[in-house]
């Protein structure tokens, strides 16, 4: 049988400690129960209620990090086999593609995360409750609707926050080792810039929390999985259509003429390229097709004297402003993101019900 002894704190206020009957000494399972961490109230209602969800989102993302884990020490054990980087990857030949394979593999794995959680986890997450009227009985209980939304899309947002951030941590880490090399991935196509750094951690919050938004507007889950699929392949084409305006292109030109060897301008590594074309005497730009019709180099010469040509004008994004622009997007995508949370809290305190 269990008693309780009376202990004086410094406010001189007593206290009770639960101790044995026979020895005075305290119950270790009674405090180790007391002290162990746990869910409890709305946050545990919620949690329990999309259990299954969340802990399949973050033990996939476990498996796919252990996965790219497992690769990256692959990758690097060929690399310093072969002696890179002093000897080239040119001279590796088909040895060399089953590293390239994989990349593109999970890049592509990645880049429909954010379609598959804004469907499948953002757009049932409150048109389930308001369908099948579990949203009328929350808001009969004491706890407020605000609490109920903020619980819900805090939850949410987390375990997008945490798989999402670590799969991108990941995988830059796995691909640092090539990440100059173009024939790897190139650093401004979508396999890469929108799987690396905050860039899918935005992206996936934005369509999952627009997910969320089209079903409380919808009301139905199976209507607004269907047009939540629709926002995020949009979203993805439109975000992958801007990416190259987020940065600040450089032009570099020549003026040792453009049928020698010595006349292409040299670009930093890894830089991408935007726009190529010829430079005049004057300055102008005039387009790279310019004397293309010509039959002979001679010919070709000649038109390009004609023409005034004295060099080239390239026009490109160099891979050192790759974290500046993907933070500079993201942070685009986050103030949107705000922005739909917003209206959730505006149409939630009137119409979620």
């Known amino acids: ?8 704190n410094p406010a001189g206020t007593t206290t009770g400690t639960p101790t044995d009957g026979k020895n005075g000494t305290m119950n270790a399972t009674t405090t180790e129960a007391t002290r162990r961490p746990h869910l409890s109230g709305m946050t545990w209602l919620v949690w329990r209620q999309h259990r299954a969800g969340f802990w399949s989102i973050l033990a996939a993302a476990a498996l796919s990090v252990a996965w790219m884990v497992y690769q990256r020490g ?3 054990d060929f690399l310093t086999g072969h002696g890179y980087p002093a000897k080239n990857l040119d001279e590796v030949g088909s040895a060399f593609q089953q590293y390239v394979d994989a990349f593109s593999f999970v890049a592509l794995g990645l880049g429909v995360i954010p379609i598959l959680l804004g469907v499948f986890l953002g757009a049932p997450l409150l048109a389930g ?7 009328k009985l929350v808001a009969a209980q004491s706890m407020s609707r605000t609490r109920w939304l903020a619980t819900k899309l805090a939850l949410a947002g987390l375990v997008v926050v945490v798989s999402t951030g670590v799969l991108s941590a990941v995988f830059g880490w796995w691909w640092n080792p090539v990440k100059s090399e173009v024939t790897v991935m190139d650093w401004m196509s979508s396999q890469a810039f929108n799987n690396t750094g905050p860039v899918p951690v935005a992206l996936t919050l934005l369509s999952v929390f627009g997910g969320v938004a089209i079903g409380v507007v919808l009301r139905r889950t199976l209507m607004a999985m269907v047009v939540t699929f629709g926002f995020t392949v949009a979203l993805q084409v439109v975000w992958s259509y801007s990416i190259e305006s987020l940065g600040n292109a450089v032009t570099v030109t020549t003026n040792k003429g453009v049928m020698g060897e010595n006349g292409s301008p040299s670009l930093p590594r890894g830089a991408y390229e935007i726009d190529y074309s010829f430079v005049t005497g004057s300055g102008d730009l005039v387009g790279f097709g310019t ?4 039959q002979t180099d001679a010919a070709r010469q000649v038109c390009l004297d004609k023409a005034d040509v004295v060099g080239y004008a390239v026009e490109y994004l160099p891979m050192s402003q790759m974290h500046g622009m993907q933070w500079f997007g993201a942070s ?3 103030a949107v993101t705000a922005g739909v949370v917003a209206f959730l809290f505006f149409w939630g305190r009137k119409r979620l019900v």
């Open 1 to 8: 049988m269990s008693t309780f002894t009376s202990a004086s």
């Open 74 to 76: 692959q990758l690097t």
């Open 129 to 135: 409750d308001l369908e099948n009227g579990t949203a």
């Open 291 to 294: 004397c293309s019709g010509s």
């Open 332 to 334: 685009i995508l986050f």
